[in-house]
């Protein structure tokens, strides 16, 4: 799949998404379980669900992390940026983790 095209990003990150989600390997139960909640978006009034799910994600993806630093005898505590992989990987935990702790 071509990553040139913002659809193939779209369905790749969807992908990961459904992985994320997946438990014990049941693949198929986390795509129904997506597909579920596709159908609730569209239903409370959204046309492309699968764009406010993607507004979802880079709303909670971090810009910055911090990482300690050692400096002679002292630990700072520096700001980095946080690469697009792992700004998906932290939305997508933190999400998920989020809607298991309400059920």
């Known amino acids: 799949m ?3 095209t913002n659809a193939g ?3 790749s990150n969807e992908e990961k998404l459904i ?3 997946m438990k014990n390997g049941k693949k198929s139960v986390a795509k129904r379980i997506y597909n579920h909640a596709l159908k609730e978006i569209k239903i409370s009034g959204h046309m492309n669900p699968s764009v ?3 507004a979802a994600i880079e709303n909670a993806s971090p ?3 911090i990482k300690s630093k050692r400096i002679g005898g002292a630990v700072y505590q520096v700001p980095v940026e946080v690469k ?4 998906f990987f ?3 935990k933190w999400i998920l983790d989020a809607a298991r702790s309400k059920s």
Not at 84 to 87: H, Q, Y
Request: without cysteine; positive net charge; aromatic residues 4%.
């Open 2 to 4: 071509s990553k040139s």
């Open 9 to 11: 990003i779209l369905q």
């Open 19 to 21: 992985n994320h989600l």
């Open 52 to 54: 406010v799910v993607q």
């Open 63 to 65: 810009n910055v992390m």
């Open 84 to 87: 697009p992989a792992k700004r």
């Open 90 to 92: 932290f939305a997508s």
